[in-house]
């Protein structure tokens, strides 16, 4: 388990997206326990958030009790998180001011963890002196908001007060909780996609690599407690709220890792890096008149072997994307020619899984002699075991 998120949902338009947060919450292994408010309940049925929480929703503080203590303390006294999504300018407004009129204000006074809040409203009802001077006080109390975004509000207008998107405020949720989980704390730095080579002002040489591996082991690690950052290939989806840095080029990438990957305890090199680039990029853009073109490829240097490490750190985990058979040779030879902890290694030709296709196989190996094959699945599903597998070696790189 995660953690146990109190889910807060008020009386606005956007009420019925903090259904997706809940099974976000969920299926991120949180216990969530959510309390609407009454007006909340004109927009939502506590009924839908009770069967997706598995639990009771809360929307009076006189209901029957369900434990012989008071709800709202025994309840405070579990909870490691308060998220509240999302926020009306009213319970803004209460909780600034320590109001304790309905079950999730009087909760919030209660509450000692750490507290979320994603606002969302009308422009001018956000830009109100009154709200901006509780979100002040709020946010001088310690507690995160997850800003209110620009875009086409319910009254028609378009303007700031759009409720952000699910997956940033889960992911601000999730990077409040205190660490917990097989990797609760490791630092994990995931580089994923592909790279960008110019041939000229408009082209490019690239490689077909999806990046669903590297992000789905970026995702699933922040579910397993890990503190992970992202580099990424330029127009990869990653979930938002993800903290991520964006590369273009190989040589992109390489500055980005020497300026990270010291301070991680992990790098998971998924990044499906260029092994040839043009040796030179042309002015403008190349015409087709011109006729037949020859085109000189350099080899890039070699990210992995570079990588800036001292005494063993940060634990190197690589990829190799090889044929099937002599998989397991070359993936060992990439091991120790890339002075590598761990390798991952996948068939490039086996139909239906690797590079662009949702699924994949894979043969761990580590230095320290694990070794053990994960069969075909989906990706998130193979991050999880792989994470999993590596776990023991992952927390061990780990220091405070
Ligand atoms: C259709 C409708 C939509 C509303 N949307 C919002 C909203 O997005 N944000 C907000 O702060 N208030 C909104 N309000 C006003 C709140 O419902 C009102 O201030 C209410 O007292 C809030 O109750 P609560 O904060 O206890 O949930 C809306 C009202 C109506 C009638």
Redesign the pocket.
Known sequence: MRGRVVLGV?????AFRAVEVLRALVKASCRVFPIL????TRFVTPRTFAVLSRGPAQVSLWGEPTSPGIDHIDLARRADLLLVA?A????LAKMAAGIAD?ALTTYALAHRGKVVLAP???TF?LKHPATQQALAVLKDRGVVVVEPVFGLL?DGERGVGKLAEVEEIVGAALAALPPRGPLAGVKLLVTAGPTREPLDAVRVFTNRSSGRMGVALAVVARELGAVVSVLAGAGLAVPAGMQVEWFETAADLGRLLEARAAKADAVLHAAAVADFRPASVATGKLDRRQGTLQVALEPVPDLAAGMPRANGRPYLVIFAAEPAIGLEERALRKLSGKRADAVIANPIDEPGLGMESARNRALVLSRLGLRRELPAQDKESLARELLLTLAPELVSAHRP
């Open positions: 008020c009386g606005g338009i956007a408010t009454k007006n909340a999302p009306t300018a009213n319970v309905d969302a409203m009308n009802m319910a």
